[in-house]
């Protein structure tokens, strides 16, 4: 973690030569509480806290960048330090944390990112696109029929497809809730490979993929914390693994097709700009969805499994 906090300031410090500078002398601090440790989240801080130095000025906000490494007990103590201290803003990189600030400040403004389903997330009835409130944020929602179309066209002969899904994250239930209602509108077959916690990874994954043709991991920050795993297990039973964020994906996938998460932080932090300088009302910002979307594949493993690339892909490797 150390590492990866000096690599995103020294490209901040970069960034700040260049930077534009705010019209008066506020500082502002932001607390930022990234909730696991993988590339994705990684991504999206990056991106948050380099468009905040463009948009304020690398003299005019201080970060206090921490990391829950996945376990709620210290996301709690961090969002309960930012409260105390009293933070001008708070970023909540992931469902959990966002869920975390939610109910520990209604004064502090939260920006999310990293977040697929904020009706779902924070139990929304109703959801119109804003959440109202001191809450808004980014989504790094991909169409389950995208989802779907690009499973089908790598596997077209594809029969039943294994959905892995921690049942504490509430956004990769909907995830694979929404992606079931497509692949069966197929007639494909889904299975449930379900797990409470890393440790149960290993069994579900082994478990499910005795009678599935591929496994999907939703953009789940347990999963990706173990993605290695996951690929020890699928790739010598010859089972293609297709991720919804980049990291899982470059890790164990097969192809995925994400939100790019260095964008969907950096529009974040563009947002969080507007909030801070009073140009925007966090109230009434709606969610912003991402628009940036990563279609990659890996074609060596593509090769190794006897997958043929679909003709439409061959300009999207990377």
């Known amino acids: 973690m150390k590492k990866f906090i000096a690599v995103i300031l020294a490209a901040v410090m970069l960034l ?13 601090t932001v607390g930022i509480c990234q909730y696991s ?82 009706a779902t997330a924070l139990e929304i009835e109703n959801f119109s696109g804003t959440v109202g409130g001191n809450i808004t944020g980014t989504s790094d929602m991909v ?42 509108a197929k007639g494909i077959t889904c299975v449930d490979a379900k797990f409470t916690d890393t440790t149960d990874v290993a069994d579900a994954v082994r478990q499910a993929i005795k009678t599935a043709d ?42 995925t097709l994400s939100a790019s998460y260095y964008h969907l932080g950096y529009k974040t932090g563009e947002m969080a700009a507007d909030i801070l300088r009073g140009k925007a009302d966090v109230s009434t910002m709606p969610i912003v969805y991402a628009e940036e979307l990563a279609l990659k594949y890996n074609k060596e493993l593509c090769d190794k499994l006897g997958i043929t690339v679909p003709e439409a892909y061959q300009k999207a490797e990377g």
């Not at 700040?16 to 502002?28: G, K």
């Not at 803003?89 to 999310?112: H, K, Y």
């Not at 066209?153 to 990769?172: D, H, I, W």
């Not at 999963?223 to 991720?243: L, N, Q, T």
């Open 214 to 255: 591929a496994l999907y991991i939703p953009a789940d920050n347990k999963a990706a914390s173990v993605a290695e795993v996951i690929d020890g297990i699928c790739r010598p039973a010859g089972i293609p693994v297709f991720a919804a964020d980049e990291g899982t994906y470059s890790a164990c996938g097969v192809a």
């Open 37 to 118: 440790e993988h590339e994705s989240l990684h991504l999206a801080t990056q991106g948050f806290m380099e468009a905040l130095v463009k948009e304020l000025g690398t003299e005019n906000v201080i970060f206090d960048i921490q990391n829950a490494f996945d376990h709620p007990e210290i996301c709690t103590d961090l969002i309960n330090r930012f409260v105390s201290r009293n933070v001008d803003l708070i970023m909540a990189n992931a469902t959990p944390a966002l869920q975390e600030a939610a109910r520990a400040t209604v004064d502090i403004p939260i920006i999310g990112t990293s977040v697929t389903d904020y």
């Open 143 to 184: 169409s389950p029929a995208e989802q779907a179309r690009v499973i089908l066209e790598f596997l077209p002969e594809a029969k039943t497809v294994a959905m892995l899904c921690c049942t504490s994250e509430e956004n990769s239930i909907y995830q694979i809730s929404e992606l079931k209602k497509e692949l069966e």
């Open 16 to 28: 700040s030569l260049a930077a534009c500078t705010v019209n008066d002398n506020t500082v502002y």
